[in-house]
């Protein structure tokens, strides 16, 4: 089993920057891709980018060039750079991480942009 914990979140202006961090341990052995997730008030849980073993990264469109994954395999650590960052990326931003057994979740980290 995987256990995931998120730091990072919390309050800042519109067109600041936040950087997300994810520390897995467990069987971290097993570990294949690991990525972000967020929850706005009011609306469905999606993708905000992931990366696997090997480097490859996806981003959400609405983040693309502004948000940066990276992942630190020495550290079992996965960051999320946010820059830019705007009022509608306001919500709750859970780590994931996937082996052949599925996908575990972090508790998540609340981020809050001002406008």
């Known amino acids: 089993q995987v256990h995931l914990v998120e730091s990072g979140g919390g309050l800042v202006q519109a067109g600041g920057s936040l950087r997300l961090s994810c520390t897995a341990s467990g069987s971290i052995w097993r570990i294949n891709a690991m990525g972000w997730y967020r929850q706005a008030p009011g609306k469905q849980r999606e993708l905000v980018a992931s990366?696997?073993?090997?480097?490859?990264?996806t981003y959400a469109g609405s983040v693309k060039d502004r948000f940066t994954i990276s992942r630190d395999n020495a550290k079992n650590t996965v960051y999320l750079q946010m820059n830019s960052l705007k009022p509608e990326d306001l919500a709750v931003y859970y780590c994931t991480a996937d082996d052949v057994h599925g996908r575990s979740w972090g508790q998540g980290t609340q981020v809050t942009v001002s406008s």
């Open positions: 990366i696997t073993s090997a480097g490859s990264t």
